[in-house]
């Protein structure tokens, strides 16, 4: 069974940093793309980042690109998400997933397993 738990979020005030893990099990992590992706209040869920199976090219929203760096660690079945001066508009649940596949991608519908999520709020 593919579970995915994260951690590291909190609350920090604008232009703090803060770094998520989310720690894999039950899956040959090696082998798939895995995603980044953010629930705000009232709002969809909308991509942020991806790598893929190799740890290169990495894929941004067009928001966090030069703030966040999504890389992984096969050797610890672990991806991180490296987020930099944080704004406000970056308070949302983080989420991480599990690609279908070897090729990352920005499609939620491409991701088929999930972990539960870990808040993150910026104060201005």
């Known amino acids: 069974q593919v579970q995915l738990v994260e951690s590291g979020g909190g609350s920090v005030q604008a232009g703090g940093s803060l770094r998520l893990s989310c720690a894999a099990s039950g899956l040959t992590f090696s082998i798939y793309a895995m995603g980044w992706f953010r629930q705000a209040p009232g709002k969809e869920r909308e991509f942020v980042a991806a790598?893929?199976?190799?740890?290169?090219?990495?894929y941004y929203t067009d928001s966090v690109k030069g703030r966040f760096t999504i890389s992984r660690d096969n050797a610890r079945n672990t991806v991180y998400l490296q987020m930099t001066s944080l704004k406000p508009e970056d308070t949302a649940v983080y989420y991480c997933?599990?690609?279908?596949?070897?090729?990352?991608?920005?499609?939620?519908?491409?991701?088929?397993?999930w972990g539960q999520g870990t808040q993150v709020t910026v104060s201005s």
């Open positions: 997933a599990r690609s279908k596949g070897g090729k990352a991608t920005m499609v939620a519908t491409e991701y088929d397993n």
């Open positions: 790598i893929t199976w190799t740890g290169g090219t990495p």
